[in-house]
């Protein structure tokens, strides 16, 4: 891998410098190919700045950058933005014409910018975050020989752009009003947002948002009921304001106004967005205009009253697609009939289609989820499958004694140890209490809860621990009832939904914005209404996705729609479907009732416990073969649950800017 360039920049003075630098001649001189007469450019054109070898990152493997040539284009008064990725060079070679087309960022006005974020990670290359009016964003460019302070003082030239007085580092675009100069203080923000471990976004700061936690009110998510709490006592109720930042930020919005609302998602999205939002030109792209661009009123306009527009997909009438009932789950004897004389799994897809139907019986689940985990192979035997317990209950332990060994000194020059460990226990003893198994004082089941997540934090180093994996790990506990086979079981998934708890939050907002394009591919009206009031960054959606649905149904329903998940019979991407099917089945509510952001996050919150799982299923079932490949193709490539495609051993840029 080429080394990457490390980058020393002052701030105020280098821009200022680069100001002086000269016209906008000068810049393009100082970029890799000088001014361009690409016959691309039309009539009355003028490439202002040119940059070759700038870089996007679809995923963490070096393997799969997209390297193309960055232009600033002057058509009259309007200036434009282009990004072109290379045909026929090696670096680009995987890159298939569909996802040339995803990422290729055609002709976008500046009147359609809302702001620019420039990063300059300690080591690494230094990248700017292009973020729309609309709240999405392009993917971070990546800038492999220099050029951004001339990127930027080009743009000055051109469009009237500020530095933010709340971030140095965001360039506000054609703000005349300067809203990021007012207080986020009702909002309990600190002014930077990082979360997870993955692509750093750090400013160079050494925490990250399970770090960050301390300095949050508490989390919205314990202001709400699981459904499974309904049902006993809470003990253990805490107020304990350290909880995770991803959360608290996006569903605290409900509790502030919206202009708040507004200034900390832009802040968010501007910190944390992975670029996917991008591929919103695809249903619409730019086109370099002959005239002078003039920027769209149509998110301003408030839905008029009248009746709610009809729904284009009619499942009454869609029996063939999703008439199929859903069936008793799987139990051991059935089981047993997938099963050859040395315990192979004959027919994995017959298998896997029995259970997207039916589910699998809790007595048998401890034997079915390691396989659709991923944790054991189909085709492994029973002498296999003993031999890998063994040997991965003797790598447990040695992982363990890690952290067990530390002694109270040691503990006392261990930050990370200590932050860590401190979170876990506050969030063990808060997690599904109500259920008998993890219910009374001293309970064993807790502290095997706990210890298995401090291993993980040590086992998986770079990732650690936020909130919302305890959420994960308790069912598989439950079900596997041992500790070493719920901790292998945990990694297994954590492969799928690991990116999902990210620093830069890519995983989530990868699957945010397919979200978006999902409805607007199978329900056209409700994503109108969803931009016209603001709401297409589907934040509200948040918690179904982080934690996969575990705090909307019961228990017992959580489990079996997540063995539903996991067989990825139809989809790997289901979940996704699942939320098109739950925000199709409460449309006419949603846009009767004009809900805005605010009004709908706290309608969608309140829908824990009262979703009918085997109708949204079926829903589910019905959309995704609905939409076919029109509905794969508007899922960016990696987006969680999907496992990478690279060897496991590939190097992961993630880790290139910083480690924790």
């Not at 393009?28 to 202002?48: C, M, Q």
């Not at 014409?97 to 300690?122: G, H, K, M, Q």
């Not at 001339?150 to 009237?160: C, D, G, R, S």
């Not at 890998?388 to 990370?416: D, G, M, N």
């Amino acid at each position: 891998m080429q080394e990457p360039e490390l980058h020393d920049l002052s701030d105020d003075a280098d821009y200022a410098a680069s100001l002086q630098q000269g016209s906008a001649s000068m810049m393009i001189t100082r970029s890799d190919s000088g001014r361009s007469t690409s016959s691309s450019v039309p009539e009355g054109a003028e490439i202002v700045y040119l940059k070759d070898n700038v870089t996007i990152h679809p995923t963490q493997y070096a393997s799969e950058r997209i390297s193309g040539r960055l232009k600033l284009i002057k058509q009259g008064s309007s200036l434009f933005m282009t990004w072109i990725p290379y045909k026929g060079q090696s670096t680009n070679a995987r890159l298939s014409e569909r996802d040339r087309n995803l990422y290729t960022i055609r002709a976008v006005p500046f009147t359609d910018v809302r702001s620019i974020r420039r990063r300059t990670p300690t080591l690494g290359w230094q990248y700017i975050i292009v973020v729309l009016s609309s709240g999405l964003a392009f993917p971070q460019l990546y800038f492999y020989n220099g050029g951004v302070k001339e990127f930027l003082a080009t743009i000055k030239q051109h469009v009237f752009i500020v530095r933010s007085l709340e971030d140095a580092n965001v360039f506000l675009v054609n703000d005349f009003q300067n809203p990021l100069q007012k207080t986020l203080s009702s909002l309990e923000l600190p002014v930077y947002i990082a979360s997870g471990p993955s692509a750093s976004i750090s400013d160079g700061g050494e925490s990250s948002s399970c770090e960050l936690q301390e300095r949050i009110g508490d989390s919205i998510l314990d202001e709400i009921p699981r459904p499974s709490q309904n049902l006993g006592r809470q003990k253990h109720k805490s107020h304990d304001p350290a909880r995770d930042l991803t959360i608290h930020v996006l569903e605290k919005f409900s509790l502030v106004t919206k202009f708040a609302r507004d200034t900390s998602s832009q802040l968010f999205r501007e910190s944390n967005s992975n670029g996917y939002g991008a591929v919103e030109r695809k249903s619409s792209s730019y086109s370099l205009p002959d005239v002078p661009h003039k920027p769209s009123m149509d998110a301003e306009i408030a839905p008029e009253e009248g009746p709610v527009p009809s729904d284009p997909l009619e499942f009454d009438k869609m029996t063939l697609v999703w008439g199929k009932p859903r069936q008793p789950p799987l139990g051991s004897e059935e089981w047993a009939t997938f099963l050859d004389s040395e315990g192979r799994v004959m027919d994995s897809k017959a298998l896997k289609k029995r259970i997207f139907y039916g589910g699998v019986e809790h007595t048998t689940r401890r034997e079915v989820w390691p396989f659709l985990l991923g944790y054991h192979a189909y085709d492994s035997t029973y002498a296999e499958r003993e031999y890998l317990k063994s040997s991965k209950k003797s790598e447990y332990e040695t992982v363990r004694q890690q952290w067990q060994s530390i002694s109270t000194e040691q503990a006392k020059r261990f930050t990370k140890f200590r932050e860590r460990k401190g979170l876990i226990d506050k969030d063990v003893v808060r997690t599904d209490r109500a259920l008998s198994f993890y219910d009374g004082d001293d309970n064993p089941n807790v502290n095997t809860l706990r210890d298995i997540l401090l291993t993980y934090s040590f086992y998986n180093f770079d990732l650690g621990y936020c909130q919302g994996m305890s959420d994960l790990l308790s069912p598989i506990l439950f079900v596997m009832e041992d500790e070493s086979e719920s901790f292998w079981c945990f990694v297994a998934l954590m492969e799928r939904l690991g990116a999902n708890f990210n620093r830069d939050q890519n995983g989530m907002h990868s699957q945010l914005f397919a979200l978006s394009k999902l409805v607007e591919l199978l329900d056209c009206p409700l994503h109108n209404y969803f931009k016209q009031n603001d709401c297409l960054n589907y934040f509200f959606c948040l918690r179904w996705v982080l934690i996969q649905f575990k705090r909307e149904f019961e228990y017992k329903k959580t489990m079996r729609l997540w063995e539903v998940l996991w067989t990825h019979y139809l989809s790997e991407h289901l979940h996704l479907y699942v939320c098109v099917a739950i925000l199709k089945r409460y449309r006419k509510k949603i846009m009767g009732e004009h809900m805005d952001f605010d009004t709908l996050l706290k309608f969608i919150n309140e829908l824990s416990g009262h979703i009918d799982l085997d109708a949204i299923l079926r829903d589910a079932e019905a959309l995704c073969i609905c939409a076919g490949e029109n509905g794969a193709a508007r899922i960016p490539p990696g987006t969680p649950p999907s496992l990478p495609t690279e060897n496991e051993n590939a190097l992961l840029y993630a880790q290139d800017d910083e480690v924790l």
